[in-house]
């Protein structure tokens, strides 16, 4: 039986706290949902800290690899997951006055997500991969086993994938 981890965020924070661990695709149900089949294993690193103003954050990484269904000719992919993120913490009322925000356009430097006493942190981590997995994964032409014409489509990705990763890297 795989033990899953939960962490008391703030403390984590606070204490300046790691975990780190791996974890086999398979038992990311939601995840499973986006991939071609279960291979695949992921190794994660959540550290704890405080950010320059003093505000608790998670820094989460994860690598490791999973299988994608090609769109083009519905065959697996390998996707290699290279995942840095800092997540501030916060409580519900300032979650909430930055869901009224975002038209404001007051950019937020990072993600928050909701300080949690008991944070699941594998769901996390199945979040954050998800957020990240492009909608409609193609290999690359070369590679592709398709053998129809005529579909030079450029890959679309994800538009809230980017818009994260565009946050995330301001
Ligand atoms: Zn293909």
Redesign the pocket.
């Known amino acids: 039986m795989f033990a899953r981890p939960f962490i008391d965020s703030l403390d984590f924070a606070g204490n300046g706290r790691q975990i780190s661990g791996e974890v086999p695709v398979a038992e990311l149900p939601r995840l499973l949902d986006a991939l071609e089949n279960p291979q695949g294993i992921l190794s994660y690193t959540v550290r704890g800290g405080l950010d320059s103003r003093g505000d608790p954050l998670l820094d989460v990484s994860i690598t490791g690899q999973c299988q994608l269904r090609?769109q083009?000719?519905l065959?697996a992919?390998d996707y290699p997951v290279h995942l840095d993120v800092r997540l501030m913490l916060c409580d519900q009322a300032s979650l909430d006055a930055l869901d009224e925000n975002v038209t404001g356009g007051e950019e937020e430097a990072f993600d928050s997500i909701l300080a949690d006493a008991h944070l699941d942190v594998l769901d996390l981590l199945e979040e954050e991969i998800l957020l990240s997995l492009p909608i409609a994964p193609?290999?690359e032409l070369g590679?592709?086993?398709?053998t129809g014409s005529g579909d030079t489509h450029e890959e679309e990705k994800n538009p809230f994938a980017i818009l994260a990763k565009l946050k995330r890297n301001a």
Do not use: G
């Open positions: 090609c083009r000719c065959n992919m193609r290999h590679a592709c086993q398709a």
